[in-house]
């Protein structure tokens, strides 16, 4: 744009231009989108050239019709308000040759393009006016957006699913702890990692490398987190994940995993986010999983729903529902957070028959099933919407797979 302004100056110095000098709005045309508008109200066009043209899909007539001849009427409601701002600021710092650059969306006939915008200021014997040159950026932005959404989807994922989460930026080698659910192991774990008030990420690297980590099973360590190669890493691949034990402690030697995306990256900055979770809890789940199939593919052949309850804590973390009887357990399950202390109660005050509600309570209770070993079935009352039904519930022991 710079040189096309220095060409500007030179023709204008020529005075008027005859048929035998280069027109300037041939000059133009050899440019990409380029536009040239007032500065008055709305942004009144006073040329577009063939490129601007073709890349919107519009005639002048059809823009002068359906806009008003006005790069304002143009625009994209959101970028309205910005692009006003801009425009307003460029006149009041008005510099003549200075250049300024911003996206927005212009509605072309198939619809809005984003389009990046290189404009200045300029200034002829009827005031101040506009050009510009835009390019088309639509299907960058698109593929932005896919991105963004997807990066977004997986920061998440690692919220909820991690049970600890950093962000950090390896350009400025700092980090902070954006989810900690506390203690995790009782005298070491991935809370020493982040120790140091400073939060400087190469500081807590090796802090956690020297003191706590189990060098043998993560001897590349250092190699891979630190900045530059981790870097290298979420360039190449936008997620890293990595397994490692750490130092004994009253439970013995505990197993790690960590994922890490890449958030965002320009000249000065490389942000990402990493959550850590115990191999513990992916274990388990697999565990359930498969005790869930096998719990379903037997009893629950024969039973209009089915619970798996695990007795530690008492966390109902699987249940399957057959008819509207099956959707009513299912519903005080979700209701109560799948929680057997909170569950058991309500559905018996509102499921179960007095006569029968006690025993059904005592027979169930959390402490009750907790203090056997085999297997039982006993009968209640249930209240269903036609009236009493007796209903078994059979209690199956599965032993846990460590």
């Known amino acids: 744009m710079r040189w096309f302004n220095r060409l500007f100056k030179s023709i204008k110095r020529q005075g008027s231009i005859n048929a035998n000098n280069i027109k300037l709005d041939d000059v133009c045309k050899l440019l990409g989108g380029y536009y040239r508008c007032s500065a008055k109200d709305g942004y009144p066009f006073l040329f577009l050239s063939d490129n601007f043209l073709d890349i919107l899909g519009w005639t002048k007539k059809e823009i002068e019709q359906n806009f008003d001849n006005k790069l304002f009427n143009m625009l994209h409601p959101y970028d309205k308000k910005n692009l006003l701002e801009d425009k307003t600021n460029a006149l009041d710092i008005y510099k003549q040759g200075s250049c300024k650059d911003t996206i927005v969306r212009l509605l072309g006939k198939n619809g809005y393009h984003w389009v990046s915008d290189s404009y200045s200021v300029l200034k002829s014997d009827s005031g101040l006016f506009f050009q510009g040159n835009i390019t088309d950026i639509s299907d960058y932005m698109k593929e932005k957006e896919v991105k963004d959404e997807e990066r977004n989807q997986m920061m998440s994922a690692l919220t909820m699913d991690y049970t600890t989460v950093i962000m950090g930026d390896l350009k400025q080698n700092t980090m902070v702890?954006?989810?900690?659910?506390?203690?995790?192991?009782?005298?070491?774990?991935?809370?020493?990692?982040?120790?140091?008030?400073?939060?400087?990420?190469m500081y807590n690297l090796r802090n956690f490398y020297e003191n706590i980590l189990v060098k043998e099973s993560f001897p590349n360590f250092m190699e891979i987190l630190s900045p530059i190669p981790f870097m290298d890493a979420l360039k190449n691949k936008d997620s890293v994940e990595i397994q490692y034990k750490i130092m004994p402690n009253r439970a013995g030697y505990e197993t790690l995993y960590a994922r890490a995306i890449r958030l965002y990256d320009d000249t000065h900055h490389f942000k990402f986010v990493m959550g850590f979770r115990p191999m513990d809890e992916i274990r388990k789940k697999e565990n359930v999983l498969e005790l869930q199939r096998e719990i379903i593919e037997g009893i629950g052949k024969d039973y209009f729903s089915v619970l798996l309850l695990d007795l530690d804590n008492g966390q109902i973390y699987s249940f399957r529902e057959a008819g509207k009887d099956g959707k009513r357990i299912s519903d005080f399950c979700r209701t109560y957070h799948d929680l057997w202390v909170d569950f058991l109660p309500a559905y018996a005050q509102n499921l179960v028959s007095e006569e029968t509600r006690q025993s059904f309570l005592d027979e169930l209770s959390l402490e009750m099933l907790q203090s056997k070993n085999e297997d039982f079935s006993m009968t209640y009352e249930y209240l269903s919407d036609t009236g009493i039904l007796y209903y078994q519930a059979r209690v199956s022991y599965v032993k846990k797979r460590d």
């Open 177 to 201: 702890v954006v989810k900690d659910n506390g203690q995790m192991y009782n005298d070491y774990g991935i809370d020493d990692l982040f120790m140091g008030d400073n939060k400087n990420y």
